[in-house]
């Protein structure tokens, strides 16, 4: 449950990256990958809100696994 911080959340998400990056893209693929960093919330009036990895930020971890890749002039994308 979420006070317990025991909330398991499930994304699909299309991700692009500098087309440089497909080949390491390619070693993940179906491979699952964990994240483990705290997380802390950063504002900015140019950029406004967002989360950024920091010491001392809270607990947060990821999993993520790239399920397909693909290119496209140069931009790589990933699932």
């Known amino acids: 449950d979420w006070a317990s911080r025991q909330v398991s959340k499930e994304y699909l998400c299309l991700c692009g990256c500098d087309g440089s990056d497909l080949e390491l893209l390619e070693t993940w693929k179906g491979q699952r990958t964990l994240v483990d960093t ?18 001392n930020g809270k607990e947060a971890r990821t999993e ?16």
């Open 38 to 55: 705290p997380l802390a919330q950063q504002r900015s009036r140019q950029i406004g809100p967002r989360v950024v990895p920091d010491l």
């Open 64 to 79: 993520f696994q790239v399920l397909e890749t693909f290119e496209d002039a140069g931009q790589a994308l990933m699932l």
